[in-house]
């Protein structure tokens, strides 16, 4: 399924036709619930801030963010259950990362930890 999607909905051709992922298309989690509707991050030192805008749907202490840390040339990370999604916000210690030598493209989702559902991931943007 992941092939398909990057095929069908994330390639795309650059100005000379060489294929690449367009990292906006991309979609990390996918499932059901209904995702995030806008979601700002930033990075400060070794800090990662995320600041996003809670949906009443998802009020219950179950719904977690998901956080993707995706390099498309080097490494990538996951980091799972970090904030409630009715909290709006978070910051995350990730150390290391103020000497990252590539950018990360940040993706989020909503995890039910009760049932075990996801939302579809949104695009954050790079760090």
């Given at each position: 399924?992941?092939?398909?999607?990057?095929?069908?909905?994330?390639?795309?051709?650059?100005?000379?036709?060489?294929?690449?992922?367009?990292?906006?298309?991309?979609?990390?989690?996918?499932?059901?619930?209904?995702?995030?509707?806008?979601?700002?991050?930033?990075l400060?030192?070794?800090?990662?801030?995320?600041?996003?805008?809670?949906?009443?749907?998802?009020?219950?202490?179950?719904?977690?963010?998901?956080?993707?840390?995706?390099?498309?040339?080097?490494?990538?990370?996951?980091r799972?259950?970090?904030?409630?999604?009715?909290?709006?916000?978070?910051?995350?210690?990730?150390?290391?990362?103020?000497?990252?030598?590539?950018?990360?493209?940040?993706?989020?989702?909503?995890?039910?930890?009760?049932?075990?559902?996801?939302s579809?991931?949104?695009?954050?943007?790079?760090?």
């Open positions: 399924m992941a092939q398909r999607h990057i095929f069908k909905e994330a390639l795309e051709l650059d100005s000379e036709k060489n294929p690449f992922v367009n990292p906006e298309k991309l979609i990390v989690f996918a499932g059901q619930l209904t995702p995030l509707t806008s979601c700002e991050v930033s400060h030192g070794d800090t990662i801030d995320l600041k996003w805008t809670p949906n009443d749907q998802y009020d219950a202490s179950t719904y977690k963010i998901n956080l993707a840390l995706v390099g498309l040339y080097g490494e990538s990370h996951l799972t259950s970090i904030a409630e999604v009715r909290q709006g916000a978070c910051t995350l210690q990730f150390d290391g990362i103020s000497r990252k030598n590539h950018d990360y493209h940040i993706y989020v989702g909503i995890w039910d930890t009760l049932y075990g559902d996801f579809n991931s949104i695009y954050c943007g790079v760090i």
